[in-house]
């Protein structure tokens, strides 16, 4: 029997993650149009935060043999959200947000793994394979909720510099298949990957707060 492709062990590895969300009370809400711009500019708010990190490690390793394969500056999210946080929040956008808890963990642990290409890998599989996927459904929800359209608001969701969406996952995921890992590697590289969803998850479910308090105002 052949050995399956990285990129099905992968995604077969964390599957259940996809679905295990503490908290998914603010999502709800979110798409079910029951929260103010603002209370979505929070959102936005954390996802600046964790792709600054993201982006700044991919700049840092763009050199990297094993992460290099890996590198899109045109995936680069840090100007998409600066557009999104002033069309939500005006120009002084910066001043009115802050990280999480949450996101100060997932922010500190994609530092921490600077170092490592293979933890690289997973933390940005993880993010942009998702907003890329699922994210899709989430901006054409918001643009019939919020009114927004390109240029502002939801254009981290936007990803027109690629192309062909199914086409560059198909590129990404061979890419993955042909990382050069031994069997040791890949596990660890699907254990990190397993705790980016948990660290994201957590970053979701935190949000949760901002739906109650928006529920009960």
């Not at 996952?169 to 061979?174: D, G, L, Q, V």
Request: cysteine-free; glycine content about 8%; charged content about 25%.
């Amino acid at each position: 029997m052949s050995e399956a492709p990285f990129s099905e062990v992968l995604r077969n590895a964390t599957w259940g993650d996809h679905r295990s969300a503490e908290d998914d009370s603010y999502l709800k809400a979110l798409m079910a149009g029951r929260l103010s711009r603002e209370a979505y500019g929070q959102m936005v708010a954390q996802h600046y935060f964790a792709y600054v990190a993201l982006d700044g490690v991919s700049r840092a390793l763009a050199d990297d043999p094993v992460a290099a394969p890996f590198v899109f500056p045109e995936l680069y999210r840090e100007q998409a959200l600066v557009r999104d946080l002033e069309t939500i929040y005006g120009p002084g956008w910066a001043d009115l947000i802050e990280p999480s808890g949450p996101t100060r963990t997932l922010v500190a642990r994609i530092e921490q793994v600077a170092a490592w290409p293979g933890g690289y890998v997973a933390h940005h599989y993880t993010r942009y394979m998702g907003d890329l996927s699922g994210g899709q459904f989430i901006r054409m929800e918001l643009e019939k909720i919020y009114g927004y359209r390109a240029g502002g608001g939801v254009d981290f969701y936007r990803f027109d510099a690629i192309g062909s969406l199914p086409r560059f996952k198909n590129e990404y995921r061979a890419r993955l298949d042909a990382l050069p890992l031994d069997e040791a590697e890949k596990q660890r590289v699907i254990r990190e990957t397993k705790l980016a969803y948990q660290l994201n998850t957590e970053v979701l479910g935190d949000l949760g707060r901002v739906a109650r308090a928006e529920s009960a105002a």
